[in-house]
């Protein structure tokens, strides 16, 4: 079970950053609002657990359920807000919220098989 979640996390980890690269490439946004600082600021936070997350490591899951929180409550605030292309917000919400609740889980499987080895 341990594995699923881990999978789960990473999957709904890339979902997001696929999501995101589209919600932020795709639409016409505003010329106000350039689309490299819009990559820059949605995508440069996801990058930074990368590597604990694709080793499975537990510490780097614990705090990328806090990262998943500001793109949960983003995706929450878009979702109200945004008249159109509220798809994206939606997918925003459903993978960060799936990120977050996977590595909540992944986190206490892994203590529970640590203890029974020690």
Same mark, same amino acid.
Request: glycine share 0%.
């Given at each position: 079970m341990t594995y699923f979640f881990k999978r789960l996390a990473l999957t709904s980890y890339f979902g997001l950053m696929i999501s995101l690269i589209c919600w932020i490439t795709l639409p016409e946004h505003s010329s106000l609002y350039?689309?490299?600082a819009l990559l820059i600021i949605g995508l440069v936070p /996801?990058? #930074?657990p990368l590597r604990g997350m694709l080793h499975g490591k537990p510490y780097t899951h614990a705090w990328t359920g806090f990262l998943m929180l500001l793109y949960l409550s983003h995706g929450i605030g878009e979702v109200y807000s945004a008249t159109e292309y509220s798809v994206y917000a939606a997918l925003e919400v459903l993978f960060s919220s /799936?990120? #977050?609740?996977?590595s909540i889980i992944f986190i206490r499987l892994n203590a529970k098989n640590?203890?029974?080895?020690t």
């Open positions: 350039p689309t490299s /996801l990058l #930074f /799936l990120v #977050f609740i996977a640590a203890k029974k080895f």
